[in-house]
């Protein structure tokens, strides 16, 4: 940090630790996610989630001081979360992450209540400090394709920076140790052995109780909305044709009104006025239940709301009693994590029906939250002199050093929104160098022979069988595979559990191809995504019956296949257990198919053995037919078709990144015009050889193969004529 003003490395400190806080906390719930996921149930391991709750040890007067005098001890903690990486057993990294998590906690907590020394400036600085790591980690994360480079789910296999961000951790750890205090600050600690005695301000204290439910909401939110350029892009989402914002370029428009409403959190008397949160009430209720633009634009106006916020709800949670108010207010984020979760997961865990596809319940409880928040710290902050301007000096003999402390917060709160706009600029870079490949049209593999090659695979949502971020594996499986058209199911990860990224943008992009993230995140399911080389001209997500368990998806696209409209389906059906939910799934799979004109492929996660009742419903009222009847070592992946030509079929193992292997049809396209009604399967088998080599499966897969995916089952693929 040669040439820089102690300030200002000082202030590049501060929003590192602040990157590493978002880093830590959002790489929480990925971590825990990972044991029930294996565990298909409650695990145990969930416990992990409330080490967040460490800030309940400011309660105790000889540990705040301690962490007060000695701040390179959180710090150093919360460090660890990052360190976490280079434990290759998930068990010990989670663990890293958890005290991790504790230590960014502990850090927040003793800034938020220590700093509030009259005059100083201190807090509010902070404050900013924590804003500016947060609009820096959604950009790094724009950067990286929604991933962040120093997640201990990453590793220099899948992209990681992990060693980079010890690194500049350990320079920032340093910072803080050596720091000398601010004048003022020193006279205080010089007059007083503790901070929680005086109340710096006269009246009457902060109501903790409202002020940490407050906190909780907006932690809450700002985690499970905010912590992501693409999230709120997704919950808008609502198929082809535009029918809402892709995340590149336009999750450019997120980070610029989380920052501008960061920017505008100073003018505290009208940020907490209950008409202001009737605005941010109302972009609430769009994004909640509006899809395409009109649910984006609410998304919008909550991000602005929660950016003006923050800084009152911070300032007012500061002049309340530590240990309880962060208690209490941790307490409540957990609450709303878990009620997050359970609005999906409500089939495997207790008390689930309660809150079954209630997402409306958790963004109405959050509202409420913030509003009890913002009222408090109106009371407490608006009927007095409040922020760097405004705050009364303590002691008159201090009144100079008073003085020369408000101009250098003054400059420092300058720079730290400089820092802010310098990462909303770093996301904007990211989304123009990023649009090409976003936007570039697709090109089939094999055009002149008019093949469409078809795959299924379940992912278990991008996230490998020893807990690291699947993506990298991914493209390159897909890529050996040369497949036109791509269902992946249990793909939605824009949730808090799953780290809030989008993994199909990476994959996309680098491989050219059109995508549908399939249903929002608000739609309830474990999801189900599509990428096609071909142009898809519509596509609708369906919400099948599932009156007992586990809400199922689909996406039914119509394709435009070398001039010839074909139809797919991508579709997760529910759980052996409930058979009533899988016949009517099915059955409702069927009407679709059976409804339309075009060419027909089906690929999804059916949940029975061949020619069982749930088969026939399938095949049977769907008019398809199965791509191989003779296969009778299935149970979950199916593949079906009509009126297009099946020339081969092949099973290809999971390697390491999930529990379900990949099914892979090719097929052969009519032209356009060309009269369907009359073709007929045929299950003669031939030889490879029948075809020329641009008809075959790839090669790399025969045998041992590659990365652990092989052609098994059959032991090659099967070829018909």
Known sequence: MAGLTKQTQHLLADTYLSFVFWTVLTSLGLCIWYFPLWHMGISGYEVALFSDMAPLLLGIPPLRRLLRRHRGIAVALGLIGIVAYSFPKPEKRLLAVAIGTAGVMLSLGSMLYEDKVPATGRLDRDIQA??????????????????????????????????????????????????????????????????????????????????????????????SMYSDSAIVGRWSWDGYPSTGPQPVPWGGLVITTLAAGFSAGHRIDLTTGMLWWAVGAVGAGVITFVSGWPGFAGGLVLAFYLGTVTRSILRVVSRCPPGRTFAAGLLWYNILVLAHVWVVAYEFVPGGPILRERTWVVMVATMLSLYAGVRAARASLVSRPSGVRQESVAASDAAAAASQALSAARIAQHRLRGIVWSAVGLGWLAMLMRLPAATRTPTPFHAEQRLITSAIWTVHFDLDNDMWLAETKIIQAVRDLEVDVMGFLESDTERVIMGGRDWTQRVAEELNYY?????????????????????????????????VGELACAIHATLDVFGRDIDVIISHNGQHENLLDRRLQTTELARIMRESPNPFIFTGYVVTKPRKEIYKILYDQGRIHDIEPRDGDRWCQYIGYRGVKRTGYARISRGTITDTEIQVGKFMAPAPGENITEWKPSYNRVNETHYSEEYHFPKVFRGKGVRGHYYHVFNEPLYYD
Not at 164 to 175: P, S
Not at 191 to 214: C, I, Q, T
């Open 515 to 547: 995508v549908d993230y399939g249903p929002s995140p608000r739609k309830h399911t474990w999801g189900c995504a599509m990428i096609s080389k071909f142009p898809i001209k519509r596509s609708s997500h369906h919400l099948l019956p599932s009156p």
């Open 130 to 223: 924590w804003e500016a790591g947060l609009v820096l980690s959604v950009g790094v994360r724009m950067v990286f394709q929604t991933n962040n480079p120093v997640w201990p789910t990453m590793n220099e296999t899948n992209g990681g920076w992990n060693k980079t961000g010890i690194l500049l951790g350990v320079l920032a750890l340093a910072d803080v140790v050596t720091r000398r205090p601010d004048d003022k600050a020193a006279l205080y600690d010089s007059k007083k052995n503790d901070l929680a005695a005086p109340e710096p301000h006269p009246g009457p204290r902060a109501a903790w109780v409202p002020s940490a439910f407050g906190f909780g909401a907006l932690l809450f939110a700002l985690h």
